[in-house]
């Protein structure tokens, strides 16, 4: 336990304001958050779970996925339970709704920030990456190891429902590179309140700028779910959000959904809706769309937008072959593309 | 049929009001019942009771 990070009293003097993520939960006394691990303890605010972990691994990089961002590289991947969202179709609901499900007390090993940084480096891994849950859900444990692994060269990433409120993303700046900002459904308003929760998805594209403007490294992903979560015309609000805001560049993931958690009345997305969305996301100018979630599927691979040629190629998770120079220019035709390598 | 909010345990998130806006309304950072009797609309409302995640929604 440690007192919270982004809170304030509350205009009526007598509950918590958290604006560590966007729903700015006013918590009264001894009462806890939506994410049930922030408490109000004798007018302040704590995390109850700082330290917490519940899953530590070394991941590819582009699992995350961050596919631009130190391609072929490992991170140490943490997290702790809970979520601030509550998705019906959650693939790490075992972890990430225990709370929700029933479990009283915090669980997780207990590790200090010095000692995640040292795993990572004895490991190899360039990046500590924030993942699996929400790292909303530590953001203080996020803080302190990213500002010791920052100070010894290592990178720090999220993986992200992009609920964060600005606030907290400026906090980050000290120590964040980089971002994967996950949409659910297509973007749809309606399929976030009835699958996950969350009563306004304005927060995130709020987010996603305050990122842009810290020069913070961002790849989206959108997850379509066959039924409920394919609407095209919020789909296609949300790449033109990219383009506009973010820049044709920025590297865009569609995720394939497969049942999970309480949606297994669905089946799996069909490719060729996939497809049929990169093709929108292209059309609309994104440079870098990729399908994920789809075994073997050639757009895992990056292609150079001016040559066509396949300037990173990859199967699964793992790099095959870089066709960059030093400069990441195409070896083809000699364009320059957008990847972050150290 | 009764709908009611109750204001300690709120967290003025604003799930029932999303769920359900003829019902509820965030008022001063917390969820306010603008129709009591609910009526016709109660099926959004109980849908926003069960979920809101403090539970603070009662309906009698």
Redesign the interface.
């Given at each position: 336990m440690k007192e919270a990070m982004l809170w304030k009293k509350a205009e009526n003097k007598i509950d918590i304001q958290c604006y560590l993520c966007s729903r700015r939960c006013k918590i009264g006394p001894n009462q806890l958050g939506f994410c049930l691990v922030r408490k109000n303890l004798n007018g302040k605010l704590f995390s109850l779970n700082y330290g917490k972990l519940i899953s530590i691994n070394v991941d590819p990089i582009e699992k995350k996925p961050l596919f631009h961002f130190l391609p072929g590289s490992d991170a140490l991947s943490i997290s702790s339970a809970g979520c601030n969202f509550k998705c019906s179709y959650c693939c790490n609901w075992q972890i990430s709704q225990i709370y929700r499900n029933g479990m009283k007390k915090i669980v997780g090993e207990n590790y200090e920030p010095e000692q995640i940084v040292n795993m990572a480096k004895e490991r190899n891994c360039k990046s500590i990456s924030y993942t699996y849950t929400e790292p909303t859900i530590f953001f203080e444990f996020c803080h302190d190891t990213g500002i010791i692994a920052k100070k010894q060269k290592i990178f720090n990433t999220f993986v992200t429902n992009g609920y964060a409120t600005p606030e907290a993303v400026k906090l980050s700046k000290k120590f964040l590179d980089a971002a994967t900002v996950d949409f659910k459904g297509n973007a749809d308003p309606d399929f976030y309140r009835k699958e996950a929760a969350v009563p306004d998805i304005k927060p995130i594209f709020d987010c996603l700028l305050e990122l842009k403007r810290n020069k913070i490294h961002i790849e989206v992903t959108d997850l379509t779910v066959p039924k409920i979560g394919d609407n095209q015309k919020s789909f296609k609000n949300l790449v033109k959000f990219i383009v506009d805001n973010l820049g044709p560049e920025t590297p865009f993931h569609i995720l394939r959904f497969y049942p999970a958690y309480r949606l297994t009345n669905l089946e799996d997305t069909p490719v060729k809706l996939l497809e049929k969305e990169a093709d929108i996301a292209k059309k609309e100018g994104l440079k870098f769309v990729y399908i994920g979630n789809v075994a073997m599927h050639e757009m895992e691979n990056t292609f150079c937008p001016n040559c066509k040629n396949i300037v990173i190629e990859r199967l699964g998770f793992s790099i095959r072959k870089i066709n960059l120079d030093k400069k990441n220019r195409c070896k083809f035709c000699g364009e320059k593309i957008p990847i972050v390598r150290d | 049929m009764t709908v009611k909010v109750d204001e300690?345990?709120?967290?003025?998130?604003?799930?029932c009001?999303?769920?359900c806006p003829n019902v509820f309304t965030l008022k001063?950072?917390?969820s306010k019942v603008k129709d009591k009797e609910g009526d016709k609309r109660f099926n959004c409302a109980k849908e926003a009771a069960e979920?809101c995640?403090?539970s603070a929604i009662s309906i009698s």
């Open positions: - | 300690k345990k709120c967290i003025g998130c604003g799930l009001e999303s769920i001063d950072g917390k979920s995640p403090v």
